[in-house]
């Protein structure tokens, strides 16, 4: 898979690839007890060989309290690569707070492989808290308030992060979307339908470009079993 400019030089921020696994209706996940399904092993298996060419991951809150993902590489031979390469095993993992709601237990802040610690991207009222509440666990890093996209960007920029991948939720590929901070986007359509309202959608009510400034550049169309992948290059950034 063909990899874009790694660094946006206009605006001297990350490469920003906002990746999701959706239902054919948009939904992230259902109203059910546990986690929606929505990828099988393959296309796993590919979002792990993203994981491995970014140098950061960023995720919200709410995904960390929904899923509570580890947000690693999970192949060891990618490890190694990564490691030959002179980088750390995995890529620096990055939560986005709004409510300073997150649990110091979370997998997300348990170090692997010698992993610096989490950083997290705080509203500026839930700075004080985090920091005493997370510790040593995370960095607590004030995102303005509500947390600014760009803000956070720069402070990834400054500390050599060169290509960032989103991995949700829909509040934070919202944010980043409306602010026109993605370049690349991942989306992978399952063969089902969800149907209920309530559930939770990719994308949320934002400030979206009107008109045709809103269309994106497909780069790939990729059947994964009955999953389809659609890359595109987002235009305006």
């Given at each position: ?7 946006d030089?206009?605006a ?5 690839l ?6 054919l209706d948009?939904?992230?996940?259902d109203?059910g007890?546990?986690?929606l399904?929505?990828?099988d092993?393959?296309d ?5 060989a993203?994981?491995?060419g ?6 919200g809150?709410g995904?960390?309290?929904a ?6 590489v ?5 490890r190694d690569e990564?490691?030959a ?7 620096r993992?990055?939560?986005l ?15 692997h492989d010698?992993?610096p610690?989490?950083l ?10 985090l920091r ?5 666990a995370a960095?607590?890093v004030?995102?303005g308030d509500?947390?600014?996209?760009a ?6 920029a400054?500390?050599?992060v060169e ?5 949700g939720?829909g ?8 602010a026109?901070l993605?370049d ?8 089902f339908?969800v ?6 959608r990719f994308v ?5 470009p009107q008109?045709s ?11 994964i079993?009955?999953l389809?992948l659609?890359?595109y290059a987002?235009?305006?950034?």
């Open positions: 898979m063909g990899a874009p400019a790694t660094t030089a206009r001297g921020r990350p490469h920003v906002a990746s999701v696994a959706m239902s948009g939904y992230i996940d109203t007890p546990g986690t399904v929505l990828s092993a393959e796993l298996d590919r979002v792990d993203v994981r491995a970014v140098d950061a991951i960023l995720v809150a995904t960390v309290r899923d509570d993902p580890r947000l690693l999970r192949s060891g031979r990618r990564r490691v390469a002179g980088r750390p095993a995995s890529p993992r990055v939560v707070s709004a409510s300073g709601g997150l649990d110091p237990s979370a997998a997300v802040f348990v170090r010698g992993l610690p989490t997290v991207h705080a509203a500026s009222p839930a700075v004080t808290g005493a509440r997370l510790g040593e960095e607590v004030d995102a509500p947390p600014c996209p803000t956070v960007l720069a402070d990834l400054g500390r050599g290509r960032l991948m989103i991995e939720g509040a934070v590929h919202t944010a980043f979307l409306t026109g993605v690349e986007l991942q989306v992978v359509v399952a063969p339908f149907g209920d309202a309530r559930a939770p949320r009510d934002g400030g979206f008109g400034d809103r269309r994106m550049r497909l780069v790939e169309a990729r059947p079993g009955d389809v659609l890359r987002v235009r305006g950034t």
